[in-house]
């Protein structure tokens, strides 16, 4: 459900779950982090795009909701976790393109890229308080990204947002027409950033990410604040009555 | 204070113009020594000033580094790369210290280092047709005594764009993504424009806009020098290595 390919000094990094938007297994998560560990040293750049209709609608709340343990919702939040971590980790800069919806576990992926680039039309947010998840895990890297005051209502208010709105607060970078001169155009950037000589561009974004540790320094605490709260009550009663 | 840049007082507005319009302003040390000699005389006496205005002589307002400098095969000395990224790193911790309003007024081109100093003053200026950028990368280099800077200025997210793609942009594109605080419509209508400006900060008070100024250099962390001077020796060692020397060179050759 994760596709990696690799062009010469690209790779491209794909959510294939087309059928259910692209919605986050501990699987696919399991395999997004170790492609980004594993990714080799040559590698300039690379492109995480998705499948199908939209980029990413969060975790799979299905199989959440039928695991009455919560043992899997854990699972996702520290696949998650771990996945931004390895996508900033990396020498080489990544170019996200989304599409249709970044949303919930979809939109925390942002938090591990470098550029993004989003569809006019996409919606962007973090509405996981209603079904009594804290997206705290998030907050490290969303804050590493854009300011307090829109990062604040970003994962308090389960409103999503426009593409647009996520330009202006700098969530996005770029705005595209379409799925395909969305992707097109995060291929552009990332063959760009290939042609750049010598160490600059890697030595840049290493750079970037020690001036930003102040809030990633946090990923841990982020993390342990989310799962403190899977298997509660209110997660559990909320997340069953979706499907009831 | 040697000619590379000038420094007037015209009551409460001072003048500091970037003064080496044969080589488009780029720095080098005998500019960032005459930057440095204008930083000491406006902490020893402002004689009255309390809004600074950066500009440049000539067609460009800085077109970063002198890279003619900084080509190891060429300057025959190896240090000077680090040495103008540390005269340079300490210039802008210097110059964010000010208790003066700082306003590039930003008349060209403002490439690289050049346009780091932008993100140091406390506003800027600029006009649709200028040229701003951080082409660092281009050249197989690092930014790394500006980015703290531009991180600032920017935010985290557009500053990682903005440094990562390099390149440069317009006047207008700078505006729209936050670099530049205010926008003429032409080259001709940026100093009546600076002006305008510049006049309406000088009606503050002195006291107050300096400790507004202070107070939001602690809460951003501008008061702690560390990071922009050990980019310093991130950048020069970046600039030192063969990949960048030999982009520098095929950049010297275009």
Request: glycine share 10%.
């Amino acid at each position: 459900m994760i596709r990696f390919e690799i062009l010469g000094d690209l790779a491209s990094v794909t959510l294939a779950r087309p059928e259910k938007r692209n919605a986050l297994t501990p699987d696919m998560l399991e395999s997004l982090a170790g492609v980004f560990d594993r990714m080799p040293d040559n590698i300039r750049a690379v492109v995480l795009s998705g499948d199908g209709p939209a980029f990413c609608a969060g975790f799979d709340l299905k199989i959440c909701a039928a695991d009455a343990t919560g043992e899997t919702m854990r699972c996702l939040l520290t696949g998650l976790s771990r996945t931004v971590r390895a996508m900033r980790a990396i020498g080489a800069p990544v170019v996200l393109a989304a599409h249709g919806a970044a949303v919930a576990g979809g939109c925390a992926l942002l938090g591990g890229a470098d550029i993004v680039v989003a569809e006019r039309e996409t919606r962007l947010g973090y509405p996981v308080v209603k079904i009594g998840v804290s997206p705290a895990v998030s907050a490290p890297f969303l804050t590493a990204m854009i300011p307090d005051g829109p990062a604040r209502a970003r994962l308090l208010d389960p409103e999503l947002i426009t593409a647009d709105h996520a330009l202006r607060i700098g969530l996005v970078h770029e705005l595209a027409d379409g799925p395909g001169a969305t992707r097109e155009r995060a291929n552009d950037i990332a063959r760009h950033l290939a042609t750049k000589p010598g160490m600059g561009v890697a030595a840049t974004k290493a750079l970037l990410n020690d001036l930003a540790r102040p809030r990633t320094d946090h990923a841990d605490d982020a993390l342990r604040a989310s799962l403190a709260l899977t298997g509660m009550d209110e997660e559990r009663d909320r997340l069953t009555a979706l499907w009831s | 204070m040697n000619d590379a840049a000038l420094l007037e007082h015209n009551g409460p507005i001072a003048t500091l113009t970037i003064n080496r319009p044969d080589a488009r302003n780029a720095m080098s040390l005998e500019l960032l020594d005459a930057m440095h000699a204008a930083m000491e005389q406006l902490e020893r006496d402002a004689r009255g000033s309390h809004i600074l205005v950066i500009t440049g002589a000539g067609k460009a307002f800085c077109a970063g580094m002198d890279l003619k400098a900084v080509l190891v095969e060429r300057s025959g000395d190896a240090s000077i790369g680090k040495r103008l990224l540390t005269r340079l790193a300490e210039l802008t911790v210097r110059l964010r210290a000010l208790p003066l309003v700082t306003i590039a007024s930003v008349n060209g081109a403002a490439i690289g280092g050049g346009c780091g100093l932008t993100c140091v003053c406390d506003l800027s200026i600029t006009h649709a047709d200028a040229k701003l950028g951080f082409p660092e990368v281009d050249l197989g280099l690092c930014p790394a005594v500006i980015a703290p800077w531009v991180v600032r200025k920017l935010g985290p997210g557009p500053a990682r764009r903005a440094l990562l793609m390099g390149g440069v942009m317009s006047g207008t594109e700078a505006h729209a993504i936050g670099l530049i605080d205010f926008l003429a419509g032409s080259r001709d209508e940026l100093a009546g424009l600076t002006h305008d400006i510049a006049t309406r900060l000088a009606s503050g008070g002195p006291k107050a806009l300096a400790a507004t100024k202070s107070l939001l250099n602690r809460l951003d962390g501008s008061e702690d020098p560390q990071a922009v001077l050990r980019g310093a020796e991130l950048s020069a060692s970046v600039l030192a290595t063969p990949e960048a020397q030999a982009a520098l060179k095929s950049r010297m050759v275009k």
